[in-house]
């Protein structure tokens, strides 16, 4: 061993990444604007450190939450993958939360953030992504949880989602997919989110808002 092989090993798992990255589309990707997604998938731009703390959480939260309800008789489990699509030569999958089989079928969706209430102005793509993964995983039951990051404020939404829902939302997630499958950059989803959107001045020279 060297460090040299280190170094290689290292530079090798990076770019194995990236070349998977490229082939696949995330469902918290499609819940997004689109024109966000399309920059956020071709742009380099490190995490902040509220997102690296918001991971951390949802890693240990997500195993606790399930664990709890399976000690109250459900079948449950964390970071569970969902149903793969291929879409256009692309790979679309997602991993929700928490997903519980017994004795309904069930997504838990959390999310860290600043603003846990109803008020949050990314409360459409949170739900977007609930409901997604919610088709995937061919659910009835749905809740999204906003969490401040100690925890201490919680909002709390539930869904029910019905076989037309679900069928639905798989058609609409279709169909947001092939739109980062094309070599062109996607209609903006105009919002209060566009505020504090990281790639503002990009899209608006874009010329196409």
Not at 28 to 55: M, Q, W
Not at 112 to 132: A, E, H, V
Request: proline content about 3%; some cysteine.
């Amino acid at each position: 061993m060297s460090l040299e092989l280190i170094e290689e090993t290292v530079k090798h798992a990076v770019e194995e990444k990236k070349a998977k990255r490229a082939k696949e589309i995330y469902v918290s990707d499609l819940a997004k604007c689109l024109r966000f997604a399309y920059y956020n998938r071709t742009a380099k731009i490190e995490p902040g450190p509220h997102v690296l703390l918001g991971v951390d959480i949802h890693e240990r939260i997500n195993k606790n939450i399930a664990e709890y309800l399976n000690s109250k008789g459900w079948e449950c489990k964390d970071e569970v993958e969902t149903e793969v699509i291929e879409v256009n030569g692309k790979v679309v999958r997602g991993r929700a939360d928490v997903f519980c089989s017994s004795p309904i079928r069930m997504v838990i969706e959390l999310k860290t953030t600043s603003n846990p209430s109803g008020t949050n102005m990314l409360l459409p793509w949170y739900y977007r992504q609930l409901k997604y993964y919610a088709s995937l995983l061919n659910a009835e039951l749905g809740y999204l949880v906003l969490m401040s990051f100690d925890g201490e404020i919680m909002h709390i939404r539930e869904y029910k989602f019905s076989e037309k829902d679900r069928e639905k939302a798989k058609a609409e997630l279709i169909e947001r997919a092939k739109s980062l499958t094309l070599d062109e950059i996607p209609r903006p989803e105009k919002g209060k989110w566009c505020d504090i959107c990281n790639f503002r001045k990009q899209c608006f020279n874009a010329k196409l808002v």
